[in-house]
């Protein structure tokens, strides 16, 4: 054997055994959503953050138990702050504001001093994946999936004093928009342009409606922005590539302000920033506070004027970092929220905060209070869902099937044919082993099936037209003759059955299927009329 | 958008579950097919199941992050592949750990393979050479995708395996 094939023998019987690490896409996505959010919160108000040399606390603090959605943190209790004196109590709890949690549920609206409240969005569309205050008693926020008729992505609002949404911003089809943050009159943006693969920070006036660019880049695969933090006035610009060299740059905002300007403490020639997660900017833009690292997590204050570094603080696994003028900071960790204060030369975490409703994605916290109108909803109240009803097929005669199977397919048919999203979802619910897409980790069920429809279905797929048309095609029994298949092709392969489907699909639709095998969306119902799978792919 | 490149889909011996591929290529496609080979070749890259697993996580969750970007790449894998290796560079570096040779402390996470003189050649690379040796000879890739995946020339890759392929043979030949 020569040695390229022993060498490449050794390698698979190496690799091919190597016992794998656990799954968790829903870990993946969260991790995802965090890092595409950057920055979040710098909430506006007059309060200015300490700025003399901030000191930690050494208390070791109890966190709470993370909640059971991901399964998979094992966040370390906080270490020994590294630097910094003995602190002593801490100096107060806020008295006003508090937090809101942007989760799989919501929004949780969660005062210091009161009873939290979930904010809900239309069926079907309940999970936000930020969510921010807006300076003025209300709320902006992006959807994971945007209630139609609103775009994909749309920047939305709910005004001081309203109960319906409003759209801000919204992308065009080939762009992504990721909100930033609300400073002043201003909301933070950044609009990346997947087509001509650009990217802009960009600063929308809530008053007027003027919108500015503020910092753009090309896109590359080799050169990410991490994170973006602005007291308003500057904004800073975490860069990293994907040789490992970072560093921050900086971009003014009031274009009177240029030149000089304050303290970078990891200027691109040094290729020495960490691995930024996400930043924080003193409201007087006098202190950055800068998240990084994996486990523990590191927060490191950097005064801009010197340089030097006022406090670092380790943490448990932690991805997302908010901070109010008053002073509050929060932080959003896998699945824990960690809350604390920088007052008065301390920093002190709170000793436990409880764990959010639903799955949480982000958190920001608000000074002052909310005053949202009662009855206040995250969605469009128009109902729509991503799909074209299919009108006036013609269904086959289904007569000659098992009376159970007959009637299970036509309730199915209907149903999609109605665009009838909940009926579905309660025919997928009657079979608790009902396969209707990818499992994974734990995450499955009709309800996970259902989202997954109309994320897709979101993205220009229309999902249950195209089972309603499957449908009207013909059946046949399986191999094994345990189930009904729609279309018959699946289990014949007969030129007949192909040409039966090729009727009620797009020539697109049929090379995508995957002749000669055929892997498109099938539907399959079991002899005793249990509704088994509707799935694509192979 | 353009479909999920064929090519570089990588067959594991075990049967696909039973799933869903929709039309569009999904972040679930990518993340089903590809989380499980990216891993083993990053085990096999870094000699540390456990950090391979920590730096295959972080790539996927970046793939997620910039999915509509990493979806319309030609070579998906070879993308979170580098991405994990990146990043667990960077971490070992914070680790301080040896970063001349990027040797990995001896743990019980550490692989090897079964023969100790083709062990110890891979041991003594770079983790730049490891990454080429693994790509070709573990995921079987052509030397144009390794060369784009790692973003390094192509002339590159084949000095590196070249290389790597000469000192196997002197260690067998010193061998008893």
């Not at chain 1, 906080?78 to 989760?103: D, F, K, N, Y």
């Not at chain 2, 690379?125 to 390794?146: G, Q, T």
């Amino acid at each position: 054997m020569n040695v390229e094939e022993e060498l490449a023998r050794q390698l698979r019987e190496t690799g091919d055994v190597i016992a794998p690490t656990l799954p968790d896409i829903e870990r993946a996505k969260a991790r995802g959503r965090q890092r595409r959010q950057g920055a979040i919160t710098l909430a506006v108000g007059a309060g200015l953050l300490a700025t003399a040399a901030v000191v930690v606390g050494p208390r070791l603090v109890s966190l709470p138990n993370g909640a059971a959605a991901s399964g998979a943190t094992t966040a370390a209790a906080p270490t020994t702050p590294v630097t910094g004196s003995p602190g002593t109590t801490m100096a107060g709890e806020p008295s006003t504001g508090g937090l809101l949690i942007a989760s799989a549920e919501g929004i949780e609206v969660r005062p210091f001093d009161g009873e939290p409240a979930l904010l809900r969005s239309d069926p079907f569309y309940e999970s936000i994946i930020s969510a921010l205050p807006d300076g003025d008693g209300g709320i902006v926020f992006q959807h994971d999936i945007t209630p139609l008729p609103w775009p994909q992505g749309s920047i939305l609002q709910v005004a001081t004093g309203t109960q319906e949404a409003r759209v801000l911003v919204a992308p065009d089809d080939h762009q992504t928009i990721d909100l930033l943050d609300v400073v002043g009159d201003d909301l933070f943006y950044v609009l990346d342009d997947q087509v001509d693969l650009w990217s802009e920070h960009r600063l929308l006036s809530l008053s007027s409606g003027e919108v500015r660019t503020v910092y753009a880049r090309e896109m590359t695969d080799q050169l990410a922005v991490q994170a973006a933090a602005t007291d308003g006035r500057l904004l800073v610009v975490a860069v990293r590539e994907e040789n490992g060299c970072g560093w921050l740059e900086y971009s003014w905002i009031d274009e009177t302000s240029t030149g000089g300007g304050p303290y970078n403490p990891y200027p691109q020639e040094s290729c020495a920033a960490p691995d930024v997660i996400d930043m924080r900017l003193a409201a007087d833009g006098s202190v950055l506070y800068v998240l990084s690292g994996d486990d523990p997590t590191r927060l490191e204050g950097r005064d801009l004027t010197t340089g030097d570094s006022v406090f670092q603080y380790d943490l448990p696994v932690t991805r997302q970092l908010s901070l109010a003028p008053g002073g509050t900071l929060a932080m959003f960790g896998e699945d824990k929220l960690l809350v604390g204060r920088l007052e008065g030369g301390r920093f002190e975490l709170r000793p436990e905060e409880p764990d959010p409703t639903g799955l949480p994605v982000a958190v920001a916290v608000y000074d002052g209070d909310l005053t949202l109108a009662p009855g206040a909803t995250l969605g469009s109240g128009t109902g729509q869902l991503p799909c074209t009803p299919l009108v006036g097929a013609p269904y086959p005669d289904l007569a000659a099937l098992p009376g159970p199977v007959a009637r299970t397919a036509t309730s199915v048919a209907a149903a999609a044919a109605e665009c009838d999203f909940p009926a579905i979802l309660e025919l997928m619910a009657a079979n608790p082993d009902f396969s209707g897409s990818f499992a994974y980790a734990g995450r499955d069920g009709s309800d996970f099936f259902i989202h997954s429809w109309i994320a897709e279905s979101r993205r220009g797929s229309d999902v249950l037209n195209q089972i309603a048309r499957i449908m009207t095609t013909r059946p046949a029994l399986a191999e094994d003759g345990s189930y009904y298949v729609w279309p018959a092709v699946f289990a014949t392969g007969a030129d007949v059955d192909w040409e039966d489907l090729a009727n009620v699909l797009t020539p697109e639709e049929l090379e995508v299927a995957g002749a000669p095998a055929y892997l498109g969306w099938r539907v399959g119902i079991a002899r005793d009329g249990t509704w088994m799978f509707a799935v694509a792919g192979d | 958008m353009e479909e999920t490149t064929e090519e570089l889909v990588i067959d594991l011996d075990e049967p696909a579950p039973p799933a869903t591929r929709l039309r569009q290529p999904a972040f679930e496609d990518f993340y089903r097919i590809q989380r499980e080979p990216v891993f083993r070749a990053l085990a096999l890259t870094l000699r540390d199941r456990e950090l391979a697993g920590e730096a295959v996580d972080e790539a996927m969750a970046r793939a997620y992050q910039h999915w509509r970007s990493v979806s319309g790449y030609d070579n998906q894998p070879g993308w979170a592949y580098t991405v994990g290796l990146n990043w667990a560079r960077t971490r070992m570096r914070m680790r301080k750990r040896e970063i001349i040779t990027d040797t990995v402390p001896d743990r019980a996470v550490e692989i090897h393979l079964p023969r100790p003189e083709l062990d110890r050649v891979l041991a003594q690379l770079d983790l730049r050479s490891r990454a080429v040796v693994v790509l070709r000879y573990y995921l079987d890739w052509s030397y144009e995708d390794i060369a784009a995946a790692l973003r390094i020339p192509l002339g590159t890759v084949k000095s590196r395996l070249h290389r790597t392929l000469a000192a196997i043979k002197e260690q067998l030949e010193e061998k008893p």
